[in-house]
């Protein structure tokens, strides 16, 4: 994978151990890594060269603070700025006070707008809200009957009028079903389209004149590539957007498209979406997303996520334990059963910073796997879950037995456990808190 | 030069060449000028941004700005470096002298990064299985809907396999893309197991005589382990039935992509051994530059083109081609 930024600093200005002002060579190396750092992660290159020129004027005026080296200088102004060019604050989906509050998804094909209807629906509700869905995709193949499955999955009623119906008729109609029916809050599903599709761009901007959405939000693909600023920039022009939504972010891409849509837009990123399941969906935190496009990972996102399911007495017992290395088989059965809670595993530890993903792949635990795993754990005597390494050959064979499974299923979990107890060993002293660059060992 | 789908196709004779009646009503093009309708304009800003660059002289800037726009097709840091290095070195030799040369030596340059493989589709083998795979929501169903078309155009009956039982009305969809292009579609209910309805597909598929079985995934991402297992399982299912099958595992990679399109290639060609990819979405405005870094990084062919939702929007790829278009002539008259 690419080299994280902080790495990239680091190397560039890693002879400096003086302080002091940063010269103007100091700069221009540091430019040239932040230029590259972020053009690796997609951020469109004429809003890198923009955010460049920004950053390389405030380094120069900066009186480095004695307690940091240059390149954590560097890295604090360069964090700074991202985050006030993503919005400083969580933004949160504007509701109307004369119900129901309408939100629209528009987007390019295939960047996932039923999905995100789906989990904003789940999101809704978890809010005590009572959304209705619009089916106004009468387009792509199955699009109204994939609405449909997720409105069932949810319980949420979905509008829909087949797909012989004019969108912009739906929408209206839809409106109007959520007023009957005292739903407070209706999302209107629209077809994928291409920017520049003058016809469907004019259907939108139909939909708009008549809906009159409160919230029009934009659905990106966190993958897309430079030409997010055109198409942002399109949508913007021909209907206006309220917000965005960064969809597929449990995958490994940085996601510089965020960057370059705020950029161009002037609108918040409101929403990201992570996942299949329907409840990968959550407000959009700046400063996390500034730290992921420069390879910082997603530390908080995953402390914030931790903590909702184990409850705080429990998470500070575990914090205590990472940080003293004592992560044992009893932790590990806790967080399996935690993870049902939070959603993957994977998810979780893919916002870990420094985690390749490669690292990742032994540590999936799949929901068979799961069960398996935990009879075996239920066969180790209370001495061997706390001090895995005196299992030796005889008592693999016992809890083997016992467990119902065979050697190799004891041996894999036993080396699986020892990877996890050597991660978080690394997270443990890698945690962030008081100095947030101790974790590149700065 | 017009292109003939029965060459696209391993396996096809060319007397079974039919000029197919829909076809004929789209309007056949040459590849060229077709492909440059759904292309004009993705290159068009390309185009625009190179010859305000390339006036006269090649100097710093001009370098600088070629950069940029090769960045901006998102080719990618390290392959825009290579790019650029081999036309220095060029115009230092004397090779390249003003920039109408250089314009004709980035063709040529960006043109022999392709994998110089097969990009042909085979369906030499009865049945063939074209495995189709990528990540969410690049094309896979839509592309699958055109190749059964213009398989049925040559001649061959193709029979499609929904095992996307995952994504809701996933199946639907497919169903419906069978009825368009009149081709038998097998399916089970929604969350069945993927290789049942595989080994199913292929067992009816062996029992009708089918030509060609082209199978559809689930969108996946290619750092969700478990379902890339899933997808080496369905490979495992396929090879029980047909020994040397898949003959063709193809991944959509969408044009819009940037970089990741590239971990998106490499992890499903360690899992599953990618033949080919389709590069969908090029009616856009987005260059699909990301292809030339997975060609040349992976020695993958790039096999289609994707330029629209209908069922006529495919293209074969070809490399010259390829980038004749993405820095086109037009780069000089237009300045
Ligand atoms: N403009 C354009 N749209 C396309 C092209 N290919 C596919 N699409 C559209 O992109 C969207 C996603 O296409 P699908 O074929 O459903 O993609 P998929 O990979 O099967 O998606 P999942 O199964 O959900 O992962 C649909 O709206 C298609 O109509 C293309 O070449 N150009
Ligand atoms: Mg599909």
Redesign the pocket.
Known sequence: MFESLSDRLQGALGGLKGHGKLTDTDIERVAREIRLALLEADVNFKVVKEFVARIKERALGAEVLESLTPAQQVIKIVNQELTTLMGSTANKLAFSSRPPTVVMMVGL??SGKTTACGKLANFLLGQGKSPLLVAGDVY?PAAVDQLKALGAQLNVPVYDEGTDADPVDIAEHGVARAREDGRDVVIIDT??R?HIDEPLMEELARIRRNVKPHNILLVVDSMTGQDAVNVAQQFQDKVDLDGIVLTKLDGDARGGAALSVRAVTGRPVKFVSTGEKLDGFEYFHPDRMASRILGMGDMLSLIEKAEQSLDAQQAAELERRLLKSQFTFDDFMDQLQQVRKMGSLQSILSMIPGLPTAKLRNLQVDDKAFDRIQAIIQSMTPEERRHPDIIGGSRRRRIAVGSGSDIQAVNQLLNQFKQMQKMMKQIGSGRMPKNPFQMFGM | MSYNWSEVFVGVSPTAEVEPAAAREEGRKGWFRSLKEGLSRSTKALAQQLSAILVDRIDEDAWERIEEALIGADIGVSSTVAIVEKLEQMADAGEVRGPAELVAALRRVTAELFSTKDTRIDVAHSPAVILMT??????????IGKIAWHLKNVGKQPLLVAA?TF?AA?VE?LVEWGRRVDVDVIHQDRGSDPGAVVFDGLSAAMARGSDVVII?T??RLHTQVNLMRELEKMVRVIRKQVTDAPHETLI?IDATTGQNGLVQARLFREAVGVTGVVL?????TAKGGIAVAVSHELDLPIKLI????KMT?LQPFDAAGFTELLFSDEILKAS
């Open positions: 094909q295939g792509r077809a994928g291409l | 990528g990540v969410n929501g690049t094309g896979k169903t839509t592309t996307d994504r996933a969809q559809d689930a969108g959509t969908t979405k090029m009616d856009g994707g330029v629209g939702e929007d």
